[in-house]
């Protein structure tokens, strides 16, 4: 998925996040709660959401990249602009999983960059600083909700901290060197 000669990817994220199992101990356990996480359509919906809602109201300098999409409630119904937001979502979560396990420290061309380039480069760019506070509450909403884990709330939060981090991190380290860059 993050090769850059296309011959080399797998075919889907679901392929290459399966190719994950036993390769590092908090990559397997980030993997399987996220697979908790995303069991029924119900239960993704309450994770976006509460991710989501949780991260707008924490930082409210967020919300004008979300305005497009309508007001999002705790309960009701969800607009279509959200239910793809959610879906673009689902997917970055395991892009960052999989950088984790595959390219962390490698500064070569990746789908991550790819995003980074399109969030940083749009007619409103995403600023570095938003990056951090969203992979705070990805790991925060994501060791709340999985109740079913095998280990503590906090370490849920370490693991998934340390998951997806390092993709965080190379998102936020892009947008900056593209700002820099005057793009």
């Not at 949780?54 to 309960?75: D, I, Q, V």
């Not at 602009?81 to 960052?96: C, D, H, N, P, S």
Request: hydrophobic content about 40%.
């Amino acid at each position: 998925m993050v090769n850059t000669d296309v011959r080399n990817r797998y075919a889907d994220i679901g392929q290459a996040v399966d190719r994950l199992t036993n390769t590092q101990p908090e990559v397997e356990f980030v993997r399987e709660s996220y697979r908790r996480l995303m069991e029924t359509e119900e239960s993704q919906r309450k994770f976006f959401r509460s991710f989501y809602v949780r991260f707008l109201n924490e930082w409210p300098k967020a919300k004008p990249f979300f305005s497009k999409f309508g007001e999002l409630k705790k309960t009701g119904k969800i607009t279509p602009e959200w239910e793809r937001q959610f879906q673009a979502l689902k997917e970055a979560v395991l892009l960052l999983i999989v950088f984790k396990a595959f390219r962390e420290g490698e500064r070569s061309i990746n789908i991550l960059t790819r995003i980074v380039d399109r969030h940083a480069k749009g007619d409103r760019p995403i600023p570095s600083g938003l990056y951090e506070p969203f992979g705070e509450v990805l790991a925060t909403v994501a060791a709340i909700m999985d109740e079913h884990a095998p280990i503590s709330q906090e370490e849920r939060w370490r693991a998934w901290n340390n998951v997806i981090g390092p993709g965080i991190e190379h998102m936020r380290r892009r947008t900056e060197e593209i700002a820099a860059r005057g793009d």
